[in-house]
T-cell receptor, first 114, second 114 residues
Framework: DTGVSQDPRHKITKRGQNVTFRCDPI?????LYWYRQTLGQGPEFLTY????????KSRLLSDRFSAERPKGSFSTLEIQRTEQGDSAMYLC????????????FGNGTRLTVT | AQTVTQSQPEMSVQEAETVTLSCTYD???????LFWYKQPPSRQMILVIR??????QNATENRFSVNFQKAAKSFSLKISDSQLGDAAMYFC???????????FGKGITLSVRP
């Protein structure tokens, strides 16, 4: 179990630029989640996948956000035309598909939009 | 829709003492899972304890135990013999269905005084 890994750890970008984050889940985990966390707040759900299928998307996920999980392995989260309000920690987590299985989180990618 | 409420933003405990962190939730489901997660400063979120709603017995993991009151929709975490390493943000979370997301509360910051 190598854990959930996210890349990069930090990203600083200028407003209007596009950014892409990557998440590698624990290999035997079918489910993969993206959450956003701002300072001092709890994680807010963005989207999740079971294998390659994107099963749910939050209304927080505007059309500037897109997530993919090709072949049901790693996942990418892209933010187009970034805005200062996108500055946050983006957390990825994975779990087994069994209901009630705990989520295993990565270290997150901290995005700063200047 | 489900909600998780953590009304205490901060708490402090003396080392070796016991502290209880409160959480209430709301869901129309009769079966669900509840979790407490710990997020140390600048470190990844890890699972502390899990409770299945249909089990009346309160979950226990070493120094961590819960007081689960289903009728009151209350799920508090008790930390016994507090240690300096327990200092972190603690999040209560709810998982209601096989194909649903994990919903988090806003968290509580616990500090431990030496």
């Amino acid at each position: 179990d190598t854990g959930v890994s996210q890349d990069p750890r930090h990203k600083i970008t200028k407003r209007g630029q596009n950014v892409t984050f990557r998440c590698d889940p624990i290999s035997e985990h079918n489910r993969l989640y993206w959450y956003r966390q701002t300072l001092g707040q709890g994680p807010e759900f963005l989207t999740y996948f079971q294998n390659e299928a994107q099963l749910e998307k939050s209304r927080l996920l505007s059309d500037r956000f897109s997530a993919e999980r090709p072949k049901g392995s790693f996942s990418t989260l892209e933010i187009q035309r970034t805005e200062q309000g996108d500055s946050a920690m983006y957390l990825c987590a994975s779990s087994q598909p069994t209901w009630g299985s705990p989520l295993h989180f990565g270290n997150g990618t901290r995005l700063t939009v200047t | 829709a489900q909600t998780v409420t953590q009304s205490q933003p901060e708490m402090s405990v003396q080392e070796a003492e016991t502290v209880t962190l409160s959480c209430t939730y709301d869901t129309s489901e009769s079966d669900y899972y509840l979790f407490w997660y710990k997020q140390p400063p600048s470190r990844q979120m890890i699972l502390v304890i899990r409770q299945e709603a249909y089990k009346q017995q309160n979950a226990t993991e070493n120094r961590f135990s819960v007081n689960f009151q289903k009728a009151a929709k209350s799920f508090s975490l008790k930390i016994s013999d507090s240690q300096l390493g327990d200092a972190a943000m603690y999040f209560c979370a709810l998982h209601t269905g096989a194909n649903s997301k994990l919903t988090f509360g806003k968290g509580i910051t616990l500090s431990v005084r030496p």
